[in-house]
């Protein structure tokens, strides 16, 4: 068979990985970084990336990392003292990157994969049986705005639903509920100025306003040290597939914006897309410009409308006047919410 290399080993890189391995195609996998480590995560798995994980046998492997469901939701917004609260269309999946990342490589060099750790790979990305999975792009503004994210995990917070979304001015901060009581705190956030020295203002951008439901979340909440991650100049403009001249999986592809909760399940499913035409690749049976060609087809039939929508969500979300409107729909009807889930999955 003939070999693939694949560039990145987040979820999409590993996943496909795993999956490749499992069919016998001999794959080396390089990753920049090593495992485990924390990433700006929400890390809450929703949507079909879950039937993806089943169909290759890693729900076991999930369990084992401490893998918990979540139910419900609720959503604040800062200056507005009642909460919109609502059952999740599905349950979804939360669980800490940390232990994740790092099973999915170890199962993936017991399959007989070859993995290449602290490896930034600098070869030619259109060259045949390269597959890049390595990550968004950078973009350091869009419209004017600089857009950064950031990540901790912290203990002794209580909260009202699984998972709580609270609407800042310029942001929205996720609270996921982990295992052992640990909570994932996660942010995206823009800034009109240069970025501010996130070194020394993490935690108040995390924080939220003064009197905000999410500052009052963290009144006697202890920071675990070690768990804090930051990203800067996210891209959130959507990129077709059929537009790129090499083969592009997960948030290499395109990042749907975080408020949908799917990223991780995009990565996962363009995994899976990926699959079956690399496979016939490896086994000569097409060639790596078809095998680009349907990845870069089904791609961009599954994922277009769910963008589309997180698109207009997250645009919504920043700007006031649809951002009230919504709200007051949502607080007389808080099927929406479920809906928003639905139409981004
Ligand atoms: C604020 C925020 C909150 C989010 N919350 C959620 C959420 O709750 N639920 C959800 O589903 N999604 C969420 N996401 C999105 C989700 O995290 C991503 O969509 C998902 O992790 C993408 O996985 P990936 O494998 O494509 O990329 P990544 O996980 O970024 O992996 C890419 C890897 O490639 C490596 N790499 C890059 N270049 C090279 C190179 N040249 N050589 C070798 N290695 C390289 C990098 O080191 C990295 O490990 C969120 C994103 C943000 C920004």
């Given at each position: 068979?003939?070999?693939?290399?694949?560039?990145?080993?987040?979820?999409?890189?590993?996943?496909?990985?795993?999956?490749?391995?499992?069919?016998?195609?001999?794959?080396?996998?390089?990753?920049?970084?090593?495992?485990?480590?924390?990433?700006?995560?929400?890390?809450?798995?929703?949507?079909?990336?879950?039937?993806?994980?089943?169909?290759?046998?890693?729900?076991?492997?999930?369990?084992?990392?401490?893998?918990?469901?979540?139910?419900?939701?609720?959503?604040?917004?800062?200056?507005?003292?009642?909460?919109?609260?609502?059952?999740?269309?599905?349950?979804?999946?939360?669980?800490?990157?940390?232990?994740?990342?790092?099973?999915?490589?170890?199962?993936?060099?017991?399959?007989?994969?070859?993995?290449?750790?602290?490896?930034?790979?600098?070869?030619?990305?259109?060259?045949?049986?390269?597959?890049?999975?390595?990550?968004?792009?950078?973009?350091?503004?869009?419209?004017?705005?600089?857009?950064?994210?950031?990540?901790?995990?912290?203990?002794?917070?209580?909260?009202?639903?699984?998972?709580?979304?609270?609407?800042?001015?310029?942001?929205?901060?996720?609270?996921c509920r982990l295992s052992d009581g640990v909570v994932n705190v996660?942010?995206?956030?823009?800034?009109?100025?240069?970025?501010?020295?996130?070194?020394?203002?993490?935690?108040?951008?995390?924080?939220?306003?003064?009197?905000?439901?999410?500052?009052?979340?963290?009144?006697?909440?202890?920071?675990?040290?070690?768990?804090?991650?930051?990203?800067?100049?996210?891209?959130?403009?959507?990129?077709?597939?059929?537009?790129?001249?090499?083969?592009?999986?997960?948030?290499?592809?395109?990042?749907?914006?975080?408020?949908?909760?799917?990223?991780?399940?995009?990565?996962?499913?363009?995994?899976?897309?990926?699959?079956?035409?690399?496979?016939?690749?490896?086994?000569?049976?097409?060639?790596?410009?078809?095998?680009?060609?349907?990845?870069?087809?089904?791609?961009?039939?599954?994922?277009?409308?769910?963008?589309?929508?997180?698109?207009?969500?997250?645009?919504?979300?920043?700007?006031?006047?649809?951002?009230?409107?919504?709200?007051?729909?949502?607080?007389?009807?808080?099927?929406?919410?479920?809906?928003?889930?639905?139409?981004t999955r």
């Open positions: 068979m003939k070999p693939v290399t694949i560039v990145g080993g987040g979820l999409a890189g590993l996943t496909l990985a795993i999956g490749l391995r499992q069919s016998g195609v001999p794959v080396t996998l390089y990753e920049a970084g090593s495992y485990p480590r924390h990433r700006v995560c929400g890390e809450f798995i929703s949507g079909r990336g879950q039937a993806v994980l089943s169909t290759l046998g890693l729900l076991p492997l999930l369990e084992s990392c401490g893998m918990r469901q979540a139910q419900t939701a609720a959503w604040f917004q800062s200056g507005r003292s009642s909460a919109i609260r609502s059952e999740l269309p599905e349950p979804a999946w939360c669980v800490s990157r940390h232990p994740l990342d790092l099973r999915l490589a170890e199962e993936f060099v017991r399959l007989g994969g070859h993995l290449e750790q602290r490896h930034r790979w600098t070869g030619v990305p259109k060259d045949e049986g390269i597959v890049m999975a390595s990550g968004r792009r950078v973009q350091s503004s869009a419209d004017g705005w600089r857009w950064w994210a950031l990540k901790t995990h912290v203990s002794n917070v209580s909260m009202e639903a699984d998972l709580e979304m609270h609407l800042e001015p310029d942001g929205y901060v996720g609270l996660c942010g995206l956030f823009r800034s009109g100025s240069p970025q501010p020295d996130l070194a020394r203002t993490w935690r108040r951008w995390l924080q939220g306003s003064q009197n905000s439901v999410l500052h009052s979340r963290f009144e006697d909440a202890t920071f675990l040290d070690g768990t804090f991650a930051s990203v800067a100049g996210i891209a959130l403009q959507p990129q077709k597939a059929a537009e790129q001249s090499e083969v592009r999986i997960g948030d290499a592809l395109t990042l749907i914006p975080p408020v949908s909760g799917n990223g991780m399940s995009m990565a996962l499913e363009s995994a899976q897309l990926a699959l079956d035409p690399i496979r016939a690749f490896s086994q000569s049976e097409c060639s790596w410009t078809e095998a680009h060609r349907q990845i870069a087809q089904t791609c961009d039939t599954t994922f277009s409308r769910r963008l589309r929508w997180a698109g207009r969500l997250q645009w919504a979300l920043f700007h006031r006047v649809p951002k009230s409107i919504l709200w007051s729909m949502a607080s007389r009807q808080p099927a929406l919410l479920r809906m928003g889930f639905a139409l």
